[in-house]
């Protein structure tokens, strides 16, 4: 057991468990983008676990980038503007595979795609390592999940909770009083 802040979380997927999970998922993606190149957008902060450890399992040649999604209030008429910051990739033509920690509503995947699109690429597909399928709201699920979770907070392997608990190399999961 672990306390961060004012929580308590608990052991919820160990180590050993993530890594041959990602690398079924690897061998996955390996088979289905054979003859193809991948560029992988990580997402940060959280999937900087993920990413590293899942592309040291690709064997297709891939390019990896880091992104972070901001969403600020603009002064058009549309409200909230949403953009990519750090994508310095050329993505027109490319197969694309967004590298996620978690989907949870599914609304931070669904604004990804959108901007995504724009950079009119031959493929996009989402890789999430965790998946809350009862919180999802998003328009289409994710092509390549490692773990479906209930809806309960978690952290660990990257995520994080108000900023601690990225480093712990398990996943924990909030431990109900
Ligand atoms: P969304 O609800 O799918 O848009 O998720 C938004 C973001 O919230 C994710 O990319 C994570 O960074 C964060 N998040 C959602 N659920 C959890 C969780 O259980 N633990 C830590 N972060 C989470």
């Given at each position: 057991?672990?306390?961060?802040?004012?929580?308590?979380?608990?052991?919820?997927?160990?180590?050993?468990?993530?890594?041959?999970?990602?690398?079924?998922?690897?061998?996955?993606?390996?088979?289905?983008?054979?003859?193809?190149?991948?560029?992988?957008?990580?997402?940060?902060?959280?999937?900087?676990?993920?990413?590293?450890?899942?592309?040291?399992?690709?064997?297709?040649?891939?390019?990896?980038?880091?992104?972070k999604?901001s969403?600020?209030?603009?002064?058009?008429?549309?409200?909230?503007?949403?953009?990519?910051i750090g994508?310095?990739?050329?993505?027109?033509?490319?197969?694309?595979?967004?590298?996620?920690?978690?989907?949870?509503?599914?609304?931070?995947?669904?604004?990804?795609?959108?901007?995504?699109?724009?950079?009119?690429?031959?493929?996009?597909?989402?890789?999430?390592?965790?998946?809350?399928?009862?919180?999802?709201?998003?328009?289409?699920?994710?092509?390549?999940?490692?773990?479906?979770?209930?809806?309960?907070?978690?952290?660990?392997?990257?995520?994080?909770?108000?900023?601690?608990?990225?480093?712990?190399?398990?996943?924990?999961?909030?431990?109900?009083?």
């Amino acid at each position: 057991m672990i306390h961060l802040n004012d929580k308590t979380f608990e052991v919820f997927i160990r180590e050993d468990e993530i890594f041959k999970e990602i690398s079924s998922l690897a061998e996955t993606i390996n088979n289905e983008y054979q003859g193809k190149e991948i560029v992988f957008i990580a997402i940060l902060n959280g999937a900087f676990m993920f990413a590293s450890d899942l592309i040291k399992c690709i064997t297709v040649p891939c390019e990896i980038s880091f992104v972070k999604v901001s969403s600020y209030t603009g002064t058009t008429s549309k409200g909230r503007v949403d953009e990519l910051i750090g994508l310095n990739t050329d993505l027109e033509n490319k197969h694309v595979i967004i590298l996620e920690d978690i989907v949870d509503t599914g609304i931070t995947i669904d604004k990804i795609i959108t901007l995504m699109n724009e950079e009119t690429p031959a493929s996009v597909k989402v890789c999430t390592l965790l998946y809350k399928p009862t919180a999802f709201l998003g328009k289409k699920e994710p092509d390549y999940v490692g773990f479906s979770i209930p809806n309960k907070f978690v952290v660990g392997y990257g995520l994080d909770y108000n900023e601690k608990g990225r480093n712990l190399k398990e996943i924990y999961q909030l431990k109900e009083d």
